[in-house]
């Protein structure tokens, strides 16, 4: 989640003196953090009213002509991507200035922290938690590898994590200055990410596809539960030795409450082999998903429904089938989640209203002066007539509509639809077509063939 802060920057003499006041318009409030190469700011963008990170290179990281044709290629690998990620769960990319002396990008800020602390013993956060964003994070990088691009430095550092009254409420993927980009005939680095994250095939600077980040996200969760990394050595060779040769410890052996699908999972990810590893990001989101569904993992502090199971959800309904995953991430934070009992009257005869429902779970049946008209199930929608309605008279129910087996539905009202995108809007459109179609085909049939219905 992103901050879109309205706090204003501290008078000039309040500033660390080593800050300046600002870079290029952007007023600069604090320093997030620095190193080898570059230092991270908060600043605040006067223009839109917002807060923004920008990433800025250090002037000696420009030392030598070598140096700057190596760091050059960074910078280009990463302002190539200008608006154009836009998922949930990564951080956007605003704008990338080329500054002769000190270039620097304009991203997206999140008010949290980095997945670094909580790979300490004294600090590992509950596996629920690990693996509902391990599922978030394969969605993510899932979203990128169709956009043609291979992360490669996928590591705690680069999963950045919001907070909310100090608790951690969502994930997103961050710095892609190692990107390799699968569509650009740029002469692009290779050889590059974090030795303790990355597979045989990167170590070998062979050709890599999304199994490699799977392999770097896969050795991120071992991190997160066991609070070591899969492999670990003093001395860069022996490293990479482990990584070529040796199989990481099991999970179970390492943290209580670790049960051996959880590690058949992980270690699947991390095969040294990519031909044995999952074959996608969606098949390794699913089983990520799966642990939580099947009940793996402990249900210990997030005893609520996960973002996870509602999206797992709202990809097997029939109404959703056409959203991409970013819109189908829209209706999981936008829309309105609700249970009914048996026996809820969802809707009475000649109320108005302009809400709509799509059954995710459970039955409801439509009656027409006291006769039962209609039987609805999940993945279709009830209420879209009086929604798409021109006028208030048109929005008055003219039938009452009562769930006959406990629901779960997804309703939204003109206000909060109207907080979606115009393309995740167009896709609520298209379903109210398929769902309107289908019921004047069977309005149809059964005038045409009244006995084949009955």
């Known amino acids: 989640m992103s901050s879109s802060s309205t706090s204003r920057s501290p008078s ?110 004294d600090q590992l956060l509950p596996l629920e938690l690990i693996v509902e964003l391990g599922f978030k994070c394969a969605m993510a990088l899932d979203y990128v590898y169709r956009q043609g691009l291979i992360h490669r430095d996928v590591k705690p550092a680069n999963l950045l994590v919001t907070l909310t009254n100090g608790s951690i409420t969502d994930v997103k993927v961050s710095d892609f200055g190692s990107v390799l980009n699968l569509a650009s005939d740029v002469t692009q680095v290779y050889r590059v990410g974090s030795l303790a994250y990355m597979s045989p095939e990167q170590l070998d600077g062979a050709a890599l596809d999304c199994r490699a980040d799977i392999y770097s996200l896969g050795a991120v969760l071992y991190h997160l539960i066991a609070g070591r990394p899969p492999f ?30 959880v590690d058949a999972v992980i270690q699947r990810a991390l095969n040294k082999d990519p031909g044995q590893r999952y074959r996608g990001w969606d098949e390794f989101a699913q089983a990520l998903s ?82 039962r008209v209609a039987q609805l199930g999940a993945g279709t929608s009830v209420g879209e007539m009086a929604y798409l309605a021109p006028s208030a008279e048109l929005r008055r129910h003219s039938t009452d509509v009562i769930v006959t087996e406990t629901a779960t539905t997804i309703s939204f009202s003109p206000e909060t639809l109207a907080q979606l995108s115009p393309g995740c809007r167009h896709r609520f459109d298209e379903g109210f077509i398929r769902v309107l179609v289908r019921r004047l085909h069977a309005a149809h049939e059964a005038l045409a063939h009244p006995r084949r219905i009955l």
């Open 12 to 121: 000039p003499p309040d500033l660390a003196p080593d800050l300046p006041l600002l870079i290029g318009k952007y007023r600069v409030l604090k320093k997030l953090g620095e190193g080898a190469t570059s230092e991270v700011f908060l600043c605040h963008d006067d223009f839109q009213d917002k807060d923004v990170a920008i990433k800025r290179v250090r002037p000696t990281a420009l030392g030598d002509a070598q140096d700057n044709r190596f760091f050059e290629r960074f910078f280009a690998a990463e302002a190539a991507l200008v608006g154009r990620l836009k998922h949930p769960n990564v951080v956007q990319i605003f704008d990338a200035v080329p500054d002769p002396v000190e270039p620097y990008l304009v991203m997206e800020y999140v008010s949290g922290n980095t997945l670094r602390p909580y790979c300490r013993a």
């Open 232 to 261: 670990d050595a003093q001395v860069q060779s022996a490293l990479m030795h482990q990584i070529y040769h040796q199989s990481p410890a099991p999970l179970t052996r390492l943290r209580d409450g670790v049960s051996p699908t």
């Open 290 to 371: 799966a642990l939580i569904a099947q009940q793996h993992v402990p249900r210990g502090q997030l005893q609520g429904v996960l973002d996870s199971e509602r999206f797992t959800l709202l990809r097997s309904l029939d109404f959703f089938a056409s959203f991409g995953d970013v819109e189908l991430w829209e209706v999981v934070h936008r829309a309105k989640w609700r249970r009914f009992d048996f026996g809820h009257a969802l809707y009475r005869r000649g109320e108005e209203g302009s809400d709509f429902h799509i059954i995710a779970k459970g039955e409801l049946e439509v009656f027409r002066d006291g006769e």
